[in-house]
T-cell receptor, first 117, second 112 residues
Framework: GAVVSQHPSWVICKSGTSVKIECRSL??????MFWYRQFPKQSLMLMAT?????????EQGVEKDKFLINHASLTLSTLTVTSAHPEDSSFYIC?????????????FGQGTRLTVV | KQEVTQIPAALSVPEGENLVLNCSFT??????LQWFRQDPGKGLTSLLL?????REQTSGRLNASLDKSSGRSTLYIAASQPGDSATYLC???????????FGTGTRLQVFP
């Protein structure tokens, strides 16, 4: 299957600093990528849809100024958690689909464990 | 608004048993339904994708069925093994959106 690479796999940062997470589709192009957040023992909650060449679409309740998304190319999307606080500590996962087909299989990155101290 | 639920929330069985995991969705207007596996602290691995026009998909010991009219999908795991221990998530993609809505997950433990 297709490969989505997410980096870093874990990060610890101080409160007030910003953290950038990268999501890359390695062997296919993705005009759309998705960012999810997962709390312990809970399911995935969609945060935003990342669109190549345009602004991201955020889900209700997600602060767009806090979670900055940039989809710079057909293979790279980044999520920046700005001015991170301990309540932002969570598991963040990205997802992508091959742009050549509609409603195709979704592939996920390995996830990033963010801990804000 | 699409809501997806999974039962049971947790399941612990001895090795060798055949298992059925359930997934229910409220909006039957879906493009597809996908089953995933998640190991602790890891990302998601896609197991099976069922298009709305299909009724089931099979891969090895896994078989997933889809009944849109009743808003249900089941994942059948044959001859379970300890290596099958993980959390299993289903996700539905609803018409007019390319978003996946995830279920609450089933945590499976298969003991030797």
């Amino acid at each position: 299957g297709a490969v989505v690479s997410q980096h870093p796999s874990w990060v610890i940062c101080k409160s007030g600093t910003s953290v950038k997470i990268e999501c890359r589709s390695l062997d296919f192009q993705a005009t759309t990528m998705f960012w999810y957040r997962q709390f312990p023992k809970q399911s995935l909650m969609l945060m935003a849809t990342s669109n190549e060449g345009s602004k991201a679409t955020y889900e209700q309740g997600v602060e767009k100024d806090k979670f900055l998304i940039n989809h710079a190319s057909l293979t790279l999307s980044t999520l920046t958690v700005t001015s991170a606080h301990p309540e932002d500590s969570s598991f963040y996962i990205c997802s992508a689909r091959d742009s050549t087909g509609l409603h195709t299989e979704a592939f996920f990155g390995q996830g990033t464990r963010l801990t804000v101290v | 608004k699409q809501e997806v639920t999974q039962i049971p929330a947790a399941l612990s069985v001895p090795e060798g048993e055949n298992l059925v995991l359930n997934c229910s969705f409220t909006d039957s207007a879906i493009y597809n339904l996908q089953w995933f596996r998640q190991d602790p602290g890891k990302g998601l691995t896609s197991l099976l994708l069922i298009q709305s026009s299909q009724r089931e998909q099979t891969s090895g010991r896994l078989n997933a069925s889809l009944d849109k009219s009743s808003g249900r999908s089941t994942l059948y795991i044959a001859a379970s093994q300890p290596g099958d221990s993980a959390t299993y998530l289903c996700a539905a993609e609803t018409y007019n959106t390319d978003k996946l809505i995830f279920g609450t997950g089933t945590r499976l433990q298969v003991f030797p």
